[in-house]
């Protein structure tokens, strides 16, 4: 049984021109997904006019046409998207697809929709996507190296918030909802995932919206919430005894075997595509300008390449100017492959073995790590990786500042920012975007013992006014012995 190889996205300029008119490539030993699988033919298009895309073969260039597959059987590299950029600059000429275009569409995702890989006759069923972006100059003058820069910082640090991307709350609805959109061309009806949390609770209300059979697999010490958040739309959860790189590994090989829909294996590309939305929207929410930095989550590294990706073609389309934007990965102490190789100058990644409560990142062999290095390093940025505490502290820290309630992934991002500002890597007078990826009710378990119920008070003013007392009085003492 051939092992398999997840999609990793090269970081060039597109390069590669279009072909036309390719066919479905068959390969000796497909797995019956691939095998049996109704052939779509190349190119295929989205439900508003035209946009040709296909899997290509990032290392020998060799075409796949569109089907279920993320590795090439010529050379075993990974595959990804390929866009017609010809075709869409025509688009772009004609009038069909501009800023005002995208203006007057719908306020979610697929307001991009030339820019993903969609299936002909394709219609949204739920408006993912487009979430909040906004200042944050409370926590931007916390952040700041000190307090000469504070006013600066406070003025150029934002915010964008997946935490409230529906229908699960976290950036990973978005990636499922491109890969779902392709199960009915490819045939399933039942759809699967690894996960650590997330994503599983993406999978299963999606496919409860499609009307699918859903499978999740996940590591046995996921974060209560995340499970029951998964239970409730009916999918079928299956806890393995094992970290997250175990239960991957167990469904590449369910993948082999059976004609089920993964979602981050056999659906790679196209559900990777769909992280680039976080990208196009930080774009056009700015005003159709790129920030000087942005500070991304890292567990697989998926996210980071792709956000870089879809700068870079907005660029190349014209949507924006070009401008160097950096790029700086967060990552948790207890499992930072990737930012360890970042600074110690590695160029390849080291597997750890997880051990952190920021279990959504708690990847530690990722997929696309070397590929997160590679944008790191090119955009002159850096990654950095903060411990279970500095966690804790940063969840506070955004809810006290912005009023926003993050999950552990959310909490590694800010303290990760706030070690850049330290370190003079983000200066205050630069606009820098914080990508918060998912909602803190999901991970309330790594607060507990933090706030404890008060004691309840009589319903009269008298014991109110005592209360209040004994609270400023307590406010006070703690003053002073900070002092």
Not at 114 to 131: D, I, N, S, W, Y
Not at 192 to 201: F, I, K, V
Not at 341 to 348: D, F, P
Request: include cysteine.
């Amino acid at each position: 049984m051939r092992a398999y190889i997840s999609i990793l996205h090269s970081d060039s300029s597109f390069p590669i021109s279009w072909k036309r008119g390719l066919s479905i490539l068959g390969a000796p030993g497909s797995s019956p997904a691939i095998r049996d699988v109704k052939k779509a033919s190349s190119p295929m298009s989205n439900y508003d006019g035209q946009t040709s895309y296909e899997l290509r073969c990032r290392e020998c260039g060799r075409s796949w046409g569109n089907l279920p597959r993320s590795i090439c059987h010529e050379c075993f590299s990974p595959l990804e998207i390929a866009y017609d950029y010809d075709e869409i600059q025509a688009r772009i000429a004609a009038g069909s697809f501009s800023r005002e275009r995208i203006a007057q569409r719908a306020p979610d995702m697929w307001r991009y929709r030339e820019l993903l890989p969609l299936p002909e006759g394709f219609e949204p069923q739920l408006p993912v996507g487009f979430t909040p972006f906004f200042q944050a100059p409370r926590l931007g003058a916390r952040l700041a190296s000190n307090q000469s820069d504070a006013k600066a910082a406070a003025q150029n640090l934002y915010i964008k918030n997946d935490a409230v991307c529906l229908p699960t709350l976290s950036f990973k609805d978005r990636v499922v909802a491109v890969a779902l959109a392709q199960v009915k061309t490819f045939g399933f009806d039942t759809v699967a995932c690894s996960s650590t949390g997330n994503l599983a609770n993406a999978v299963a209300a999606h496919a409860a919206r499609l009307g699918l059979k859903a499978w999740i697999f996940i590591p046995s010490d996921l974060e209560p919430a995340k499970i029951v958040g998964t239970q409730v739309f009916g999918a079928n959860v299956v806890r393995v005894a094992g970290n997250y790189d175990q239960v991957n590994r167990l469904c590449s090989q369910i993948a082999e075997e059976r004609e089920w829909g993964f979602v981050n294996v056999n659906l790679r590309p196209y559900y990777s595509e769909g992280s680039k939305t976080v990208g196009f929207e930080i774009a056009e929410q700015l005003g159709w300008r790129l920030p000087d930095n942005v500070v991304v989550p890292m567990a697989g590294g998926s996210l980071i390449i792709k956000i870089k990706k879809a700068f870079d073609e907005l660029v190349k389309l014209g949507f924006v100017e070009g401008k160097p934007v950096k790029f700086f990965g967060a990552q948790a102490t207890g499992c930072s492959p990737i930012s360890t190789a970042v600074k110690t100058g590695s160029a390849e990644i080291e597997p750890q073995k997880p051990a952190t409560i920021a279990r959504s990142l708690a990847i530690g062999n990722p997929s696309d790590g070397l590929y997160a290095i590679r944008a790191i390093k090119q955009t002159g940025g850096w990654s950095e990786d903060v411990s279970d505490p500095e966690v804790i502290d940063s969840i506070r820290l955004l809810a006290e500042t912005v009023g926003i309630f993050t999950e552990t992934a959310g909490g590694v991002t800010v303290g990760t920012a706030g070690k850049l500002y330290r370190q003079d890597r983000i200066l205050p007078e630069e606009t820098t975007v914080l990508c918060i990826t998912g909602n803190g009710l999901k991970t309330t378990d790594v607060l507990a013992g933090i706030y404890e119920a008060e004691e309840p008070i009589a319903p009269k003013l008298t014991e109110f006014e005592k209360y209040l007392q004994a609270t400023l009085e307590s406010v006070e003492f703690a003053k002073a012995v900070a002092v």
